[in-house]
Each structure stands twice: as structure tokens, then as C-alpha cells.
T-cell receptor, first 111, second 112 residues
Framework: QKEVEQDPGPLSVPEGAIVSLNCTYS??????FMWYRQYSRKGPELLMY????GNKEDGRFTAQVDKSSKYISLFIRDSQPSDSATYLC???????????FGAGTRLFVKA | IAGITQAPTSQILAAGRRMTLRCTQD?????MYWYRQDLGLGLRLIHY???????GKGEVPDGYSVSRANTDDFPLTLASAVPSQTSVYFC???????????FGDGTRLSIL
């Protein structure tokens, strides 16, 4: 079992829809959680960085962590065609250098 | 623009050849990393460096070596390339090892 699991998709939604992207993880020591966005032929770009459980909002993006169920979510409101990309979730423990990445979910937002 | 520069952007290489992928960052970050990204497997850590002069092995280090002579540069060398090393290679850096990582745009390497 991979330490961070992510549905590869693809996920296709119409413009303006609310998008929900999800990951599960197995290591209860993970305390830091990240979401990266990766456009085609580009490197991953950090979107959200959260610590422990709870919600964090940044513009149209909300990251949610539920440590009791080891579940990580990214919500995108009012989705735009420019949001079409692969989204990677990632986790690591406190003081650890090793970040574990999910394989990514491919999102298509249709105009 | 501050960030990470990787070179070359793509390369086709014959099996058995030696190849060095270059990575330079201008953010004065202490920690640097090399990953390979393969379809369905995500990003896997090859080698890392906590600070200049130190390196360590990641999840998939075999067939690869690194050096960290200074803060800015972190080259990755394939001593004798094999087809299974065909992948997209990403260099990343972070201010410290416990900070989120920032990535370059990758080197697409094909070994024939």
C-alpha cells in the first residue's frame, strides 16, 4: 500500500463547478500536508501548505485535513479552464525531510 | 526571476552512456532534492542534500549519484544509463528540510 493514495482520474467538470480532489494517507505520524498543481510539461507548483487537522482557505482554494480518517481534500470554487492540470497531494511528518507524494489527479475544466 | 533552473530540458541518450543533469537555484535554499516522475508512480525521491557538502539517499538511489559542492548547484549523474531510467527528472529545493519544496520544470530523459 502506498503511503499516500490518490485517484488518478481524469476528472472532467464544467466551468464554474466546485471541484473536490481527495487523498488518503496511511502514516499517522504525518503532520504537514501539501497540495501542488502541475501543468503539462512543467514542474509542480505549491498551492496549499497546512499543518495538522482543519481547513485553510486561499482565494478559490480550500484545503481540508481530517487526521481521524487520514483524509486530505482540496476544494476549488468557481473552477476555470486555467485550473486544468494535475493536482498532487503530499504529506510528511514533523522534522522529517522526506515528503511523500500522491501520483496525482488529472483535472479538466471545460469552458 | 528567482527559482530553479534545470538543464537540459530534454535529452535522448544511448544506453551505457554517462549523463549529468544540472540543477541551479538562486533562492539560497539549504536543502535540495532530485525526484523522478513516472506515470502512475508519482514523484519518487532519488537523492537529497540537507546543506552544502552533505548528501543522502532517497527511495530510488541505485544508478544515480549527486554532489553538493556549493549552495546553488546540485547535479545528478547517471554513470551508465539504462532504459529503466527513462523518466522525467525534477530538481527541488527548500529553505530547510522541514519546509515545503519548490520545483524546477524538469528534464525529460529517454534512454534507448
Amino acid at each position: 500500500q502506498k503511503e499516500v493514495e490518490q485517484d488518478p482520474g481524469p476528472l472532467s467538470v464544467p466551468e464554474g463547478a466546485i471541484v473536490s480532489l481527495n487523498c488518503t494517507y496511511s502514516n499517522s505520524a504525518f503532520q504537514y500536508f501539501m497540495w501542488y498543481r502541475q501543468y503539462s510539461r512543467k514542474g509542480p507548483e505549491l498551492l496549499m501548505y497546512t499543518y495538522s487537522s482543519g481547513n485553510k482557505e486561499d482565494g478559490r482554494f480550500t484545503a481540508q485535513v481530517d487526521k481521524s480518517s487520514k483524509y486530505i481534500s482540496l476544494f476549488i470554487r468557481d473552477s476555470q479552464p486555467s485550473d486544468s492540470a494535475t493536482y498532487l497531494c503530499a504529506s510528511r511528518n514533523t522534522g522529517g525531510f522526506k515528503t511523500i507524494f500522491g501520483a496525482g489527479t488529472r483535472l479538466f475544466v471545460k469552458a | 526571476i528567482a527559482g530553479i533552473t534545470q538543464a537540459p530540458t530534454s535529452q535522448i541518450l544511448a544506453a551505457g552512456r554517462r549523463m549529468t543533469l544540472r540543477c541551479t537555484q538562486d533562492m539560497r535554499h539549504n536543502a535540495m532534492y532530485w525526484y523522478r516522475q513516472d506515470l502512475g508512480l508519482g514523484l519518487r525521491l532519488i537523492h537529497y542534500s540537507n546543506t552544502a557538502g552533505t548528501t543522502g539517499k532517497g527511495e530510488v538511489p541505485d544508478g544515480y549519484s549527486v554532489s553538493r559542492a556549493n549552495t546553488d548547484d546540485f547535479p545528478l549523474t547517471l554513470a551508465s544509463a539504462v532504459p529503466s531510467q527513462t523518466s522525467v527528472y525534477f530538481c527541488a529545493s527548500s529553505d530547510e528540510v522541514d519546509q515545503p519544496q519548490h520545483f524546477g520544470d524538469g528534464t525529460r530523459l529517454s534512454i534507448l
